[in-house]
């Protein structure tokens, strides 16, 4: 079995973060380990408060994971200060890790900065050049390519600029109102447009992490980029079409909604 590891923030209510990457990690086939980088209080309305891991304490969780079961892929979600992506980008570096998926998760929903400016020079400057592959959001992908993006075309040249700033391929994702969840991958000189489907549901919370950990869980098994991408995003699509309708606010997906064993249909009619 591959190995897929994903450092990232803990969700209590599970639909993003670690908990959804390892659910995510799982149902596509390989073993998911995680490396904790930041406590969450939070649910479907929103982020109530958060404890960020010490240096030393994630850095004692990647040397041991990496001690004893190696991985084949690594996802990196929320990192929010310049020491822990430090130490992240070090243990990357030392270990030779191969197929390393960032999710740069720098702005909220909302449009507000989650990371303080010297955080994101350190991202920038340490940890997205070690990259194969960088999955901002629009708002994400005007910090990291310096414009505008405001249409079709403006995607296109912000991931050229990110691919090339950071000589990682760079799937800018859709959304924000600017088409219908079609993502572009900018790599090597040429890009292509993965098409996707507008899902009426309401209920997208954890759909990056979930992108970007499927992404990983393929890379890890060997496909290759194009492939493990259009895989993810039809995993995601099934997850959202599954229309799991929990919490008060922007609920999560179903994840599990492949499961077809015993153990899931004991007790579905109780």
Same mark, same amino acid.
């Given at each position: 079995?591959?190995?897929?590891?994903?450092?990232?923030?803990?969700?209590?209510?599970?639909?993003?973060?670690?908990?959804?990457?390892?659910?995510?990690?799982?149902?596509?086939?390989?073993?998911?380990?995680?490396?904790?980088?930041?406590?969450?209080?939070?649910?479907?309305?929103?982020?109530?408060?958060?404890?960020?891991?010490?240096?030393?304490?994630?850095?004692?969780?990647?040397?041991?994971?990496?001690?004893?079961?190696?991985?084949?892929?690594?996802?990196?979600?929320?990192?929010?200060?310049?020491?822990?992506?430090?130490?992240?980008?070090?243990?990357?570096?030392?270990?030779?890790?191969? /197929?390393?998926?960032?999710?740069?998760?720098?702005?909220?929903?909302?449009?507000?900065?989650?990371?303080?400016?010297?955080?994101?020079?350190?991202?920038?400057?340490?940890?997205?050049?070690?990259?194969?592959?960088?999955?901002? /959001?629009?708002?994400?992908?005007?910090?990291?390519?310096?414009?505008?993006?405001?249409?079709?075309?403006?995607?296109?040249?912000?991931?050229?600029?990110?691919?090339?700033?950071?000589?990682?391929?760079?799937?800018?994702?859709?959304?924000?109102?600017?088409?219908?969840? /079609?993502?572009?991958?900018?790599?090597?000189?040429?890009?292509?447009?993965?098409?996707?489907?507008?899902?009426?549901?309401? /209920?997208?919370?954890?759909?990056?992490?979930?992108?970007?950990?499927?992404?990983?869980?393929?890379?890890?098994?060997?496909?290759?980029?194009?492939?493990?991408?259009?895989?993810?995003?039809?995993?995601?699509?099934?997850?959202?079409?599954?229309?799991?309708?929990?919490?008060?606010?922007?609920?999560?997906?179903?994840?599990?909604?492949?499961?077809?064993?015993?153990?899931?249909?004991?007790?579905?009619?109780?």
């Amino acid at each position: 079995m591959k190995i897929a590891l994903t450092i990232a923030g803990s969700d209590s209510s599970a639909g993003a973060g670690i908990q959804a990457d390892i659910k995510t990690m799982t149902l596509n086939g390989v073993y998911a380990e995680s490396a904790i980088t930041a406590l969450t209080a939070q649910n479907t309305t929103g982020v109530y408060d958060i404890l960020e891991s010490s240096p030393e304490f994630l850095k004692a969780q990647l040397d041991a994971i990496f001690d004893d079961i190696y991985p084949d892929s690594v996802k990196i979600g929320m990192v929010s200060s310049k020491a822990l992506i430090e130490v992240i980008a070090d243990c990357l570096k030392e270990r030779k890790t191969k /197929n390393i998926v960032v999710d740069p998760v720098m702005v909220a929903t909302s449009g507000s900065k989650l990371l303080l400016d010297d955080s994101i020079e350190t991202l920038m400057q340490k940890l997205l050049p070690l990259a194969d592959l960088l999955t901002p /959001n629009i708002p994400e992908a005007e910090i990291l390519s310096g414009i505008e993006i405001k249409s079709i075309d403006d995607m296109e040249e912000a991931a050229k600029i990110i691919s090339e700033k950071f000589s990682c391929k760079t799937l800018i994702k859709g959304g924000h109102k600017l088409n219908d969840a /079609n993502d572009y991958l900018y790599s090597e000189g040429k890009g292509v447009w993965f098409k996707g489907e507008r899902i009426d549901n309401p /209920n997208t919370h954890g759909t990056g992490c979930t992108l970007s950990s499927a992404i990983a869980a393929n890379l890890s098994k060997g496909f290759s980029m194009e492939e493990a991408i259009k895989m993810a995003k039809d995993f995601l699509s099934a997850a959202l079409k599954d229309g799991l309708n929990l919490g008060k606010g922007s609920g999560p997906m179903n994840h599990a909604f492949d499961i077809k064993d015993k153990y899931k249909k004991l007790g579905e009619n109780r």
